[in-house]
C-alpha cells in the first residue's frame, strides 16, 4: 500500500504541493524497495516533498538531493530534518549531476526523480518575477547568485536574439513582432517590471489570438524563465547522466510540464531503448541490445483526482525508463 503524502495544508506550508506524490512513489518501488540501501536522486528537490514521501516510505533509501535555489533547499533541509542522516543536500544545476555524485562518494543510483519546470513555490515567490499575473521585478532566476534575470534579456538582446528566444523556447508565432515591439519601449525606457511586458504583450498580440490563445503572457514569460535559466540545455545534459549513473534495475521518472522539456525526454529514452545493430540483420549483434526498457508507454497523464487534488497538475506528462543491462561505462556500479 502507498505511504500516505501529506495534506494539502501541511503541503502548502511548505510552499509546495507535490505533483503525483504517490504515483510517482508507486513507478519508483520496483528499484527502490529492498532490504539493502537503496539510492535515489531527487534532483528538483524543490521543497522536498516528493523527498519526504519517498523517504517515509522506503526505509533504507538514501536521497541525494539537488536543487540551484539556495531558498528551497534552505526549506527542505528543515523539512527533511527528521531524516537527516539518510540525506545530501546539494545546492547545483542538475546537470551538475556527475560530480554531485562523485561529492558524495556514490558510483551508482537506483533511482533518479526530475520534476522538471519552475515550481508552485517559485511561482508564488512575487519578488521571484516568475508569474505574469503579479506585478513584480523582471527576474526569473532559480538561483538568485546567477547574473542574467529576465530584464537583462529584454535590455540587451538583439532584435534576431529576442525574436530567436521567443519562438524557440515559447513557441510564439509572434515572436518577431513582439521583439519589435520591446525594442521600441526599451529605446524610452528599460524594462525592469513584469506589469510593463504583460501590457505589452496585449498590445502586440492580435485580438483574435488573445481571445483563444491563453494568455497572451504565458508563452513570452516561459521563453524568458528558460532563456535565463538554460533549462534545456540542463536536461539536454543532466538526463543522459542519470541514465548512466543508473544501476541494473534501476529507474528514472521524468515529469515534464511543456512539449519543449517532453520532447527532449522522448528523444533520449526512444534512443536508449533501441538496438543499435544495423537494420535487416537476422540476429542482434553482440553488445548492440538496448540497454534500458520503457515503463511507460507514451506519456502518462494525471488522473482526475490528482487534478481536483492540484490543478497545477494538469499539463505533466509523465515518462519512466528502467536498466535492463550493464553497458561499458556502467558495469563498475550494477547491481546483479
Aim: glycine share 8%; net charge negative.
Amino acid at each position: 500500500m502507498d505511504a500516505q503524502i501529506g495534506d494539502q495544508g501541511d503541503d502548502r506550508d511548505h510552499g509546495h504541493l507535490p505533483v503525483l506524490a504517490a504515483r510517482m512513489a508507486e513507478l519508483l518501488a520496483p528499484s527502490l524497495e529492498s532490504g539493502d540501501e537503496r539510492v535515489l536522486v531527487d534532483a528538483t528537490l524543490g521543497a522536498g516533498g516528493h523527498a519526504e514521501l519517498m523517504l517515509n516510505r522506503f526505509p533504507n533509501l538514501r536521497l541525494v538531493g539537488i536543487d540551484r535555489d539556495a531558498h528551497a533547499l534552505a526549506i527542505a533541509e528543515k523539512r527533511l530534518a527528521p531524516m537527516a542522516d539518510r540525506i545530501s543536500l546539494h545546492q547545483a544545476r542538475f546537470d551538475q549531476l556527475p560530480q554531485v555524485l562523485a561529492d558524495a562518494a556514490i558510483d551508482g543510483i537506483d533511482g533518479a526523480l526530475f520534476d522538471l519546470g519552475v515550481s508552485s513555490m517559485q511561482l508564488d515567490q512575487p519578488g521571484r518575477g516568475f508569474a505574469y499575473a503579479i506585478d513584480a521585478p523582471l527576474d526569473m532566476r532559480m538561483n538568485d547568485e546567477d547574473g542574467l534575470t529576465a530584464a537583462d534579456v529584454l535590455n540587451t538582446y538583439s532584435h534576431g536574439e529576442l525574436a530567436r528566444v521567443l519562438s524557440e523556447y515559447g513557441e510564439e508565432r509572434f515572436a518577431g513582432r513582439i521583439a519589435s515591439a520591446v525594442i521600441a519601449e526599451r529605446e524610452k525606457e528599460p524594462f525592469t517590471t513584469s506589469a510593463r511586458l504583460v501590457a505589452l504583450l496585449y498590445q502586440a498580440i492580435p485580438a483574435a489570438t488573445r481571445r483563444t490563445g491563453g494568455h497572451p503572457a504565458k508563452r513570452t514569460f516561459q521563453a524568458l524563465r528558460i532563456e535565463v535559466n538554460h533549462e534545456l540545455d540542463a536536461i539536454r545534459a543532466a538526463v543522459p547522466a542519470a541514465l548512466d549513473a543508473t544501476r541494473v534495475g534501476g529507474r528514472v521518472a521524468v515529469m515534464s510540464y511543456q512539449s519543449l522539456e517532453d520532447r527532449i525526454i522522448k528523444r533520449e529514452f526512444a534512443t536508449r531503448t533501441t538496438s543499435t545493430s544495423p537494420r535487416g540483420l537476422p540476429v542482434e549483434l553482440p553488445g548492440t541490445a538496448p540497454r534500458f526498457r520503457l515503463i511507460t508507454r507514451g506519456a502518462e497523464r494525471p488522473d482526475a483526482a490528482e487534478l481536483e487534488r492540484n490543478p497545477r497538475s494538469a499539463p505533466v506528462r509523465v515518462r519512466v525508463i528502467e536498466r535492463v543491462a550493464a553497458d561499458h561505462t556502467a558495469e563498475r556500479g550494477s547491481r546483479a
